[in-house]
């Protein structure tokens, strides 16, 4: 399970001519920065319950809240038992695009049936909105 953030930079590296390297780092660097900041913005939305698609997330069923009580964790659906599965996201970037996904294959088949239930994993627009400020800002 992956989120891509895209650019055209290479197009606009090739315009560029000489700068076309010292723009191609500064994109690669600013879709980075960018990427961390989308991870972040996961994050902190999810354990505070709510998907990007807007709203709460569903309840848990009762079996599985009474389960998440008894071994003294919330009952309000935040997507964390362990927190394996959100410590194992992390970013990469290429002077195209940002890649935010999941280093390990347990947390990454996790991520995609919870993202089922409950979508946590992309942006709605606003959130896309604040991330291209964001590169345009990074931007040397």
Do not use: C, H, W
Request: proline share 1%.
């Amino acid at each position: 399970m992956e989120v891509r953030i895209k650019s055209n930079a290479k197009a606009v590296a090739k315009r560029v001519g000489k700068k076309g390297k010292e723009l191609s780092d500064s994109i690669k660097l600013a879709l980075l920065k960018t990427g961390l900041v989308g991870a972040n913005i996961i994050e902190e939305r999810t354990s505070k319950g709510k998907g990007f698609k807007g709203g709460a997330f569903k309840k848990y069923n009762s079996v599985y809240a009474a389960f998440r009580a008894s071994k003294g964790r919330s009952t309000k659906p935040d997507l964390r038992f362990t927190g394996q599965m959100m410590s194992a996201m992390t970013v990469k970037s290429n002077s195209r695009e940002a890649e935010i996904y999941f280093t390990r294959a347990e947390e990454s088949k996790k991520a995609a049936m919870n993202n089922k239930k409950r979508p946590f994993f992309g942006f709605s627009r606003s959130e896309e909105r604040k991330l291209g400020k964001v590169f345009f800002r990074a931007l040397k």
